[in-house]
């Protein structure tokens, strides 16, 4: 790039030829070089090269210049918002340092199958770097290395939540005063859907709405009304209306805009959804369940002057509206505001109708913040432990026990429920005996569940030194010659319906007595004595189906199950490649399969070899000169 260039012309002087006169790209000015080095096309490759051409080239592109500013910025887009505008930054430092938790990431991801991908806490790694890293993988080629993005969407799943807990420990230590049960239901949402874009400023733009609504409401009825003048970035607590009749106005204004225009409803078709619990998911549907309308309800009328106050009333979450211009205790100087039953109002002795049988008067307190989100938390988790048993079930156990436990670190129920749980599912076993220890401390009378499980524990950490060998299924072997369709084939179930993936197979039906009676598995043709299959519904469940049920489908389709990844790396139209650990334990289904798609969808299937790709930024990782 610094090579001379001659003049078409070369001047006579006293009949000499004059030397040629030459113009190098070095000597053009600083910023013309700069721009030229920030052209798209050039990569962090080229601009490491041509900073070894010479002395000149390495100025202009030196740390804290634009050039490697440009390169940053170009590369990793998301990482803008962590610095100031105009910031001076050692952007080639940074470059360098983005770029090594990159590779150091995806060697994780790739090797994480094989151990709890919480020693991602390990890493020691800039969290904002870690994360656009996931996220680069994640949102790469949809159908291709599936595996990597199953591992990396746990990894950023775990980094997200225990970022939440942070807050969430911060926001506890805060004086009760200064609680919003709205930022504590924002940070329960956030934590079990750490995934989702779920946001306090998101959440209070959606209440400025609604907001805003009101206030048209209350200008057409009363245009002088104080409310009027509240500015919605005040913060809470700044104005309260003091007269009974203005706050009257504000409810009646409040429920119309919730209830009539808006059509927020109590979701009593599927109570038991926790999509009623999300606060998010409830602004996005319009329904709820009493205490998640009840937190949405109270924080509108606060920002609109009235103070309501949580009550945790058995069985339906109510809040109540003082009538009294001091503070009272009086039961019967409150009004009770039913934000499930459309904002209704009730006296005291209703409330009980809501429930059907007579309370006592402590139950018509008001409770802090803290215990409004233990309440909403105490409902995810019943809703976890109705669960299926499934992954899904288990997730939201899980969730919620930690939320809860950081809320109440020593509630001895709980945590042995935490202890069981991770015992059950097999994850984790260090934390385990750490729980049980806890447990210990707290209760001595918890000896006997509690020596149970450290004794199992500390098997499976055993077991963990010393893990066994997957059992390996060979389709020649003789005892599986009945076994017809293998793993990676797409198919349909006869019966139900259903599209699902094969991950497994058994010569014969391995579950148990109860299960096949149950199931009803001797009304079938070949009842238990045929093969079955492990299959990924696409409904999101696993299930086990006979071999006579299913058949391959007709025009085979991806298969949306959250589990897919972990089994297979690539979807390729006709069928799923298994991974490296799925065909370590099927080893001849890879050929098998490929010739089946062959011979039901009339051409050529991909190869068998056909390994998860490397795109052109993995072979960018292993540039000397970043490392």
Request: charged share 25%; aromatic share 10%; glycine share 6%.
């Amino acid at each position: 790039m610094a090579t001379s260039v001659a003049q078409e012309e070369q001047p006579i002087l006293n009949g000499n030829i004059s030397e040629p006169q030459t113009k190098k790209l070095t000597y053009l000015p600083t910023e013309l070089l700069e721009h030229i080095l920030c052209f798209p096309v050039l990569t962090h490759v080229d601009i490491c090269n041509v900073s070894c051409c010479c002395k000149r080239l390495h100025d202009v592109s030196h740390g804290r210049g634009k050039v490697w500013e440009h390169q940053y910025k170009l590369r990793w887009p998301r990482l803008q918002r962590f610095y100031r505008q105009n910031e001076s930054c050692d952007w080639l430092r940074e470059y360098k340092t983005r770029h090594r938790v990159g590779i150091q990431i995806r060697r994780t991801v790739e090797s994480i199958s094989k151990r709890f991908f919480t020693e991602i806490e390990s890493l020691g790694m800039p969290e904002h770097f870690c994360e656009d890293e996931l996220l680069f993988i994640l949102n790469s080629d949809k159908r291709k290395s599936l595996t990597l993005k199953y591992y990396a969407r746990k990894i950023l799943y775990f980094l997200r939540q225990q970022n939440i807990l942070r807050s969430l420990k911060t926001f506890l230590e805060q004086p009760a005063e200064q609680q919003s049960a709205l930022e504590g239901a924002v940070l329960v949402d956030q934590y079990c859907n750490p995934l989702a874009d779920v946001t306090l400023d998101g959440v209070s733009v959606q209440l400025d709405e609604i907001i805003e609504k009101a206030k048209k409401m209350l200008r057409i009825k009363n245009p002088s009304h104080p409310s009027l003048q509240f500015s919605l970035v005040c913060a809470v607590g700044d104005h309260v209306i003091e007269d009974f009749e203005l706050q009257r106005q504000v409810l009646f204004a409040l429920n119309s805009v919730l209830y009539e225009q808006l059509q927020y409803k109590g979701n009593e078709c599927d109570y038991y959804n926790p999509l009623n619990s999300y606060i998010h998911q409830v602004l996005l549907r319009h329904t709820g369940i009493p205490i998640s309308l009840s937190v949405l309800y109270m924080t509108l009328a606060r920002k609109l002057g009235v103070q309501l106050e949580p009550v945790n009333f058995p069985n339906h979450f109510l809040l109540r509206w003082c009538q009294k211009p001091r503070k009272s205790e009086d039961i019967y100087d409150f009004v009770y505001i039913d934000a499930f039953g459309k904002g209704k109002q009730l006296k005291a002795k209703e409330c009980e109708y809501l429930i059907g049988h007579q309370v006592t008067a402590d139950y018509y307190n008001a409770i802090s913040t803290t215990e409004v989100l233990l309440r909403m938390v105490g409902n995810l988790l019943n809703i976890g432990k109705r669960g299926e048993g499934n992954e899904k079930s288990y997730q939201l156990l899980r969730d919620s026990l930690d939320l809860y436990l950081t809320i109440n670190p020593d509630n001895v129920q709980y945590l042995l429920l935490q202890a069981r749980l991770y015992f059950h599912l097999g994850i984790w076993p260090e934390k385990v005996l750490d729980i049980l220890q806890h447990i210990q401390a707290l209760d001595p009378s918890q000896h006997g569940a509690v020596g149970y499980l450290v004794q199992h524990t500390l098997e499976h950490i055993q077991h963990k030194k010393h893990p066994a060998t997957p059992e390996v299924k060979r389709r020649s072997a003789p005892e599986h010659l009945e076994v017809q369709y293998s793993v990676g084939l797409i198919m349909k179930h006869k019966r139900s319906g259903y599209n699902c993936v094969i991950y497994g197979w058994d010569p014969k039906c391995t579950m148990s007595q109860e299960w096949i009676t149950t199931m009803r598995v001797h009304q079938l043709s070949n009842g238990a004595d045929q093969p079955f299959y492990n299959v990924l519904v696409q409904d999101g469940t696993c299930r086990y189906a006979a071999q006579e049920n299913l058949e391959p489908h007709s025009s085979p389709l991806e298969i949306g199950h959250p589990e897919v990844g972990r089994y297979f790396s690539e979807f390729t139209e006709t069928h799923y490649v298994a991974n490296e650990e799925l065909q370590a334990r099927y080893p001849e289904d890879t050929g098998e399969t490929l010739d089946t798609v062959r011979q039901l969808y009339h051409r050529n299937a991909p190869g068998s070899g056909s390994q998860e790709g490397t795109p052109a930024e993995d072979q960018n990782h292993q540039q000397a000169m970043l490392m």
